[in-house]
């Protein structure tokens, strides 16, 4: 293959939402490029991660009745037009493409019908799951029909640099006066160490969140915010930043991996407890108790933390769930316990919370049309609204299955009418240096950025602490920079200078709203 790839279209990233629009897209026989920077499609990739499930419909249940969920967990910030096509179409979206097409087997009960379950803010048990590792069941899917399809070219090993647009990059210095609009990517080919110039019609973010800039994170090593780094860069327009969904229950033990122990824990009955063994939550929200909304929950963690002392709290199965139980809803958590010397069903989980989910990204319509001409985005990297200030429950992959099928649809009806970028009209990627970066210092800057996130951008956010955070990061941005524009690229200098770039925006967009909601919570 040589540095030039032209494609049809190009989906950058290859969890849920990416996978749907580069999949459907082939189907209808559009050449896809699905470019990933990991070295194997599962590696990381949140999608793969999730353990909870994904929203389907519950017994007696109704679009109305899960919005009214959504907007409570979003502190009344949803988009409404955004959760009604949420509503609307998730459970033809997860029948049709989910079910009859990749025949993903969701959990059954004995008498042979869908297990449906509840999590913190559902009104109703609502929520299909594969066990415990709902996301694993779902991508294998995925991956057994993209690796062999005729449609799609698939690259791993392969990292965007940035995004091209004809007023930034064309050799024509009069496509600068024209609408700001998107014709392929610099992609960084690590296998063999050279820049590929990547051109399509159509162009499709779907690199999903950014939880790696935080200290604590249940997120993947790949999740450093690639896409909304991007499309800011590009003069994109991003939103709602400042809500970092923090989830409340992570696996904690000095020394050892953090993993998350999914709410479906809770939805099955299990109760976060004190050192003393003494259930917390009813003090803090007396109707919804364990059940209670992320921000909710994590805060009351926090606070227990605070008032007695503790480095982390306890989930208490034991005395709430048979060790039966516990074995056959969690067999991949139990087993992840183990490993660390805690047996679920017979001690308590030592956990505290950590950076989950990004509510707010690049801004979509309701095709993901991104507010750059022909560049769309899609999951957890967008901002459709949905989430508003907090994100309900297994809504993620539902959000990146819906609208990875609407923005596949847009992306059908308009290809004809697009026009085909010219090779001859972008110069090849210049590189910046030979010299390697020293991996020492990078691997030092990716630290001190989530050291800054976690302790002053984090659970509890106050206008000192903000201040401080965006000065230090201004300085690192500055040095990064540096580093970026002088040294030789790999894909960790590039996910350094993105991190540093979606960190500013997280905390400039705390330090501006200085209104608590939802999970943007601030004393003062
Ligand atoms: C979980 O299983 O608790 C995480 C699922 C989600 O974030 O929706």
């Known amino acids: 293959m040589d540095s030039l790839i032209e494609t049809e279209v190009l989906v950058i990233g290859c969890g849920i939402a990416g996978a749907t629009t580069a999949l459907l897209l082939a189907n209808q026989g559009v050449d896809v490029t699905l470019v990933t920077h990991a070295a194997a499609l599962q590696d990381r990739n949140n999608t793969y991660l999730a353990q909870g499930g994904i929203v389907y419909q519950g017994v007696a249940d109704s679009p109305q009745q899960f919005e009214d969920d959504i907007l409570r967990a979003g502190a009344q910030m949803c988009h409404p037009r955004a959760i009604q096509i949420l509503a609307e179409e998730g459970p033809s979206a997860v029948r049709e493409i989910l079910m009859d097409e990749l025949r993903v087997s969701f959990d059954k009960t004995r008498h042979g019908n869908l297990s449906l379950v509840r999590e913190g803010s559902h009104s109703v048990a609502r929520i299909l799951h594969g066990q415990d590792a709902t996301g694993r069941v779902i991508f294998k899917a995925y991956q057994e029909v993209l690796l062999k399809h005729p449609h799609i070219q698939l690259l791993t090993g392969y990292t965007v640099i940035d995004l091209m647009s004809p007023s930034h990059h064309s050799k024509n210095i009069q496509e600068r006066y024209r609408t700001q609009s998107c014709v392929g990517a610099y992609v960084l080919d690590q296998n063999k160490d050279r820049v590929v110039t990547c051109l399509a019609k159509k162009i499709v973010l779907a690199t ?22 991007m499309a800011y860069r590009m003069g994109g327009r991003i939103m709602n930043n400042e809500f970092i969904q923090f989830h409340p229950t992570t696996f904690f033990k000095k020394g050892a991996p953090s993993f998350l122990i999914s709410e479906a824990v809770r939805g099955a009955g299990a109760k976060l407890v004190d050192a003393d063994g003494v ?26 933390m605070l008032m007695q002392d503790l480095s982390h709290v306890y989930l208490d199965l034991r005395s709430y769930l048979s060790a039966n139980e516990i074995s056959e809803k969690f067999p991949n958590m139990v087993r992840a316990c183990l490993e660390q010397g805690v047996d679920p069903a017979c001690d308590w989980i030592p956990v505290v919370p950590a ?70 009209d972008y110069p090849a990627w210049q590189n910046t240096g030979e010299r390697h970066a020293d991996p020492v210092l990078v691997k030092q800057d990716f630290d001190l950025i989530r050291n800054i996130m976690w302790n002053y951008v984090g659970l509890i956010r106050t206008t000192d602490r903000l201040e401080r955070a965006y000065r230090e990061l201004k300085y690192l941005e500055f040095e990064i920079e540096r580093f970026y524009q002088t040294m030789r690229l790999n894909d960790d200098l590039i996910g350094l200078r993105n991190a540093i770039g979606v960190a500013l925006i997280v905390a400039t967009a705390a330090r501006r709203n200085k209104t608590s909601l939802g999970c943007h919570f601030r004393i003062s």
């Open 208 to 229: 999903g969140g950014l939880g790696q800039i935080f200290l604590r994170t249940t997120n993947p090593v790949g999740a450093r915010g690639d896409g909304l780094a």
């Open 355 to 424: 950076a989950h989910y990004a509510c707010g990204g690049v801004w979509v319509d309701d095709w993901g049309k991104t507010s750059i001409e022909h560049l769309y985005a899609v999951g957890e990297v967008s901002c459709t609204g949905v989430h508003g200030a907090n994100r309900l429950a297994s809504t993620s992959l539902l959000e990146g299955l819906v609208w990875g099928r609407r923005a596949a649809q847009h992306i059908a009806e308009h290809l004809k009418v697009t026009q085909k970028p010219q090779a001859a």
């Open 279 to 304: 259930p917390f939550m009813k003090k803090y929200d007396p109707t919804w108790q364990d059940l209670a909304s992320r921000d909710v929950v994590s805060r009351s963690i926090y606070q227990e």
